[in-house]
T-cell receptor, first 112, second 113 residues
Framework: DAGVIQSPRHEVTEMGQEVTLRCKPI?????LFWYRQTMMRGLELLIY????????DSGMPEDRFSAKMPNASFSTLKIQPSEPRDSAVYFC??????????FGPGTRLTVL | KQEVTQIPAALSVPEGENLVLNCSFT??????LQWFRQDPGKGLTSLLL?????REQTSGRLNASLDKSSGRSTLYIAASQPGDSATYLC????????????FGKGTTLSVSS
């Protein structure tokens, strides 16, 4: 199994640009999570999906952030427009039922 | 709202020492608890998962315990090695269907040779 796959691994962009982060969960997993990690705030849950349906998006910072899961094998997190304070490492994770949650390698985003 | 606290934030020990990392959570109604390891600049690696009905889980030199009533978990590392140096994160899943893991800020461990 390839594990959770995220792309790109690094993204450098300028303020105001649109950023799209991508995630492919582990095959067969029915829950997908997006987290953001910063030194100041640690790991914060942004949004999660069960069976492709968004369950809790209360962690999404503001309307500039949006996430979709069009099918069981793909999800995107979009930031439009991006701001310097969005700079962080964004992790995608997946799990099935009550089992272990597995994380992807993360996308390091830098907004200049 | 569930809050997870890990103390200490950082810990330095000499190689060979046994050590305990602490995790506390405010809402004892949890579904399970998971310990992770994170190396600098890397993703999170799952170490142990403890279901709410369990008291402990073991994997090699690692042993994690869970006391739901007191809202605490500990991760015991036996005979520490320099390769154990990393940040250790504790995360809990609340006792509701389909909920997400809530993380503590982690304990950064440094094992010197």
């Amino acid at each position: 199994d390839a594990g959770v796959i995220q792309s790109p691994r690094h993204e450098v962009t300028e303020m105001g640009q649109e950023v799209t982060l991508r995630c492919k969960p582990i095959s067969g997993h029915n829950s997908l999570f997006w987290y953001r990690q910063t030194m100041m705030r640690g790991l914060e849950l942004l949004i999660y999906f069960n069976n492709n349906v968004p369950i809790d998006d209360s962690g999404m910072p503001e309307d500039r952030f949006s996430a979709k899961m069009p099918n069981a094998s793909f999800s995107t997190l979009k930031i439009q427009p991006s701001e310097p304070r969005d700079s962080a490492v964004y992790f995608c994770a997946s799990r099935i039922l009550a089992n272990e949650q597995f994380f992807g390698p993360g996308t390091r985003l830098t907004v200049l | 709202k569930q809050e997870v606290t890990q103390i200490p934030a950082a810990l330095s020990v000499p190689e060979g020492e046994n050590l305990v990392l602490n995790c506390s959570f405010t809402d004892s109604a949890i579904y399970n608890l998971q310990w992770f390891r994170q190396d600098p600049g890397k993703g999170l690696t799952s170490l142990l998962l403890i279901q709410s009905s369990q008291r402990e889980q073991t994997s090699g030199r690692l042993n994690a315990s869970l006391d739901k009533s007191s809202g605490r978990s500990t991760l015991y590392i036996a005979a520490s090695q320099p390769g154990d140096s990393a940040t250790y994160l504790c995360a809990v899943r609340s006792n509701q269907a389909g909920t997400a893991l809530i993380f503590g800020k982690g304990t950064t461990l440094s094992v010197s040779s």
